[in-house]
């Protein structure tokens, strides 16, 4: 099956530092990854669409100066969280989409998660 | 925009069968994903239905209705690893990204 890695996993860093989380399709090429974010016991919330070769599509309310996504090429998505605060502490989840598989031909699979703190 | 509700709980015994129903409202309808989560890891997708009809696989279908704006999950012959949140996930027919429901959270007791 498809397989999507992210990294770091888990990372603590202080108040008004910058977080980078790598997200990497493993297996197939992926020209659109997508960045979520998750709350304690809460669905997922869509932050922004990443595409290969092209500026991040933005999810209303999302800043997009603060949390940089760069698509750099067709494996591999980033997202920098800028001057990080407490506030920013959460599950960030990455995804993928695959354009055909075993997933009904269009399926986003996703990376095992980030968990941020911000000391 | 999505609107999709699906029940916060449910509790079943080890070997039963459990159905989480969705229900969608939406303004561009292009296909219905289940997911399973467990809690501190990342969505596994679980299934995917675009037509109307049941989708089979294995322990877990999935059933959707577009006219209706309904989908449900059934979990047969539950296991304690079945324990998790179920979310249904609806993508937009225009860009194909996916609103999440609020996520069903399934405990499977002994």
């Known amino acids: 099956g498809a397989v999507v890695s992210q990294h770091p996993s888990r990372v603590i860093c202080k108040s008004g530092t910058s977080v980078k989380i790598e997200c990497r399709s493993l297996?197939?090429?992926?020209?659109?990854m997508f960045w979520y974010r998750q709350f304690p016991k809460k669905s997922l919330m869509l932050m922004a669409t990443s595409n290969e070769g092209s500026k991040a599509t933005y999810e209303q309310g999302v800043e997009k100066d603060k949390f940089l996504i760069n698509h750099a090429s067709l494996t591999l998505s980033t997202l920098t969280v800028t001057s990080a605060h407490p506030e920013d502490s959460s599950f960030y989840i990455c995804s993928a989409r695959r354009l055909s598989g075993t997933g009904g031909g269009d399926t986003q699979y996703f990376g095992p998660g980030t968990r941020l703190t911000v000391l | 925009g999505q609107n999709i509700d699906q029940p916060t709980e449910m509790t079943a015994t080890e070997g039963a069968i459990v159905q989480i129903n969705c229900t969608y409202q939406t303004s561009g309808f292009n296909g219905l994903f289940w997911y399973q989560q467990h809690a501190g890891e990342a969505p596994t997708f679980l299934s995917y239905?675009?037509?109307?009809g049941l989708e089979e696989k294995g322990r877990f279908s999935s059933f959707l209705s577009r006219s209706k704006g309904y989908s449900y999950l059934l979990l047969k012959e539950l296991q304690m690893k079945d324990s998790a949140s179920y979310l249904c996930a609806v993508r937009d027919r225009g860009d194909y990204k996916l609103s999440f429901g609020a996520g069903t959270t399934v405990t499977v007791r002994a």
């Open positions: 297996d197939f090429q992926a020209t659109t």
């Open positions: 239905n675009v037509l109307d």
